[in-house]
């Protein structure tokens, strides 16, 4: 059921991470190691992922080996988001993978990129038609970030929200199909690319929209995606039902699931954002979630020979 396991999501980035409280990133490295011993210890078999980084930075990478990070996990995955956020132009994708490629041995992923239609639906369609053509092949992951644009009605998960100008507004508008359910022009497009490119879909708390996104999944011929199981949602009331449902409705695809979120009043500060007060907490729940739904007793993952290359 779990493909592989990531550990946080763009820590590198002051939107899931808090650098005011920790400047040199040294109590996420803590928790990092702490996390991967943890799914080590319950299963071997599953590859453990340092959380997707955005931006993409070889510093970034080397300060995580020099505190031990990356000998306590088996993959290292990158974000980029050329057209809407990043200060590079597309066509710079394969230096990129280099740059982080000439820092560290491991597998280099990219775990989320993607391209927002809040301009025009056809930068979109182009966008993912050079991005396959840039990255298959160079990557052994590609999520393709989304499935579903965000309800307007949701908030994103950003550290400043409305703050942030268009930078904030661009979330919504990360999907292949519309929030009132119908396609853009890019979703036939990311049909030729299948199954060689997964997707990235977070889902919320009783997502409401998980069967239709397995349907259009299965239609499009993907068979492989990474999405998330929040420790902060693991506070709310039915916690594990919920997750048991979204990992049961996951069965048929290669999930990397993302461990991420710190629950308000585990944190330093009561924020998501905020590093928790006690790092063992972390490791702890991602080890549950292993033995929830990747327990070692069970059939191991599929091999990852392609997956894992570097």
């Known amino acids: 059921m779990i493909e ?36 080590k210890a319950e299963n071997p078999d599953v590859p453990r992922v340092l959380g997707g980084m955005s931006p993409i930075d070889p510093g970034w990478v080397r300060n995580m080996a020099g505190k031990g990070v990356l000998d306590n996990v088996d993959v290292v ?22 740059e982080i490629r ?24 182009w966008g993912l038609k050079r991005t396959a053509e840039l990255l298959i092949g160079k990557a052994p992951r590609i ?7 965000l309800p307007s009605a949701w908030p994103a998960t950003t550290r400043h ?9 661009r979330h919504f508008y990360m999907g292949l199909i519309r929030e009132d359910g119908t396609p853009k022009p890019a979703l036939e497009v990311f049909g ?32 492989y995606l990474r999405t998330g199981l929040s420790w902060a949602d ?18 048929d695809f290669n999930v990397t699931v993302t461990f991420c979120f710190t629950p308000e009043h585990k944190g330093i500060e009561p924020h998501h954002t905020s590093p928790p007060q006690r790092k063992e907490e972390f490791a702890e729940f ?7 739904y990747a327990p070692r007793s069970s059939s191991a993952p599929k091999p990852l020979a392609k997956a894992m290359a570097g």
């Open 192 to 223: 030729d690319y299948a199954p060689e490119m997964g997707l990235c879909q977070w889902f919320h708390y009783e997502d409401h929209r998980l069967e239709d996104a397995v349907a259009w999944m299965k239609r499009l011929g993907v068979t």
């Open 234 to 251: 693991y506070y709310r009331p039915n916690a594990l039902d919920w997750f048991d449902r979204q990992m049961e409705a996951l069965q």
């Open 102 to 125: 000439a820092v560290t041995e491991l597998p280099v992923w990219v775990s989320e990129v993607g391209v927002s239609t809040f301009g025009a639906e056809e930068v979109q369609a």
């Open 161 to 169: 929200r409305e703050a942030e100008g268009s930078s904030y507004y």
């Open 77 to 98: 995955a990158v974000h980029g988001f050329p057209l809407d956020w990043n200060l590079w132009q597309i066509d710079e994708w394969p230096s990129k993978i280099d």
């Open 286 to 292: 991602c080890a549950a979630m292993i033995r929830r």
């Open 4 to 39: 592989a396991a990531m550990i946080w999501n763009e820590p590198n980035n002051k939107s899931h991470w808090d650098p005011n409280i920790d400047p040199e990133w040294t109590l996420f490295a803590e928790m990092a190691v702490a996390a991967g011993q943890a799914i």
């Open 143 to 149: 999520h393709w970030y989304s499935l579903f644009d």
